[in-house]
């Protein structure tokens, strides 16, 4: 059974800054893609950032410049360096990983999600 588990949620103040990590485990193939979404009370789930396994990283506008997506050393984990977080970067953060090719944006692209990680930006 596949697994994503993410760590390194928590609360900061504006200005501040938080590393989430997440690592698949139970797949045996290496993913095209993971990604991270967040939502937000009330609003839809969107995408944040995305890492194709040839290292190609996408990132939506509001976070550019700000967040970071990384691969991890171990096959199929990666990280998120969020810096400068701003209290509209509240949310919980979902890991989400899929093997084919497509946009990054598209929630259904992803097969494999995790739990999701609680961020908590305060002003």
């Known amino acids: 059974q596949v697994r994503l588990v993410e760590s390194g949620g928590g609360s900061v103040q504006a200005g501040g800054s938080l590393r989430l990590s997440c690592a698949a485990s139970?797949?045996?193939?290496?993913?095209?893609?993971m990604g991270w979404f967040r939502q937000a009370p009330g609003k839809e789930r969107e995408g944040v950032a995305a890492?194709?396994?040839?290292?190609?990283?996408r990132y939506r506008d509001s976070v550019k410049g700000r967040f970071t997506i990384s691969q991890g050393n171990a096959e199929n984990t990666m990280s998120l360096q969020m810096d400068s977080l701003k209290p509209e970067d509240t949310a919980v953060y979902y890991c989400?990983?899929?093997?084919?090719?497509?946009?990054?944006?598209?929630?259904?692209?992803?097969?494999?999600w995790g739990q999701g990680t609680q961020v908590t930006v305060s002003s």
């Open positions: 890492i194709d396994s040839d290292g190609t990283t």
């Open positions: 989400a990983a899929r093997a084919g090719r497509g946009s990054w944006l598209l929630e259904y692209m992803y097969s494999d």
């Open positions: 139970g797949y045996i193939y290496r993913y095209y893609s």
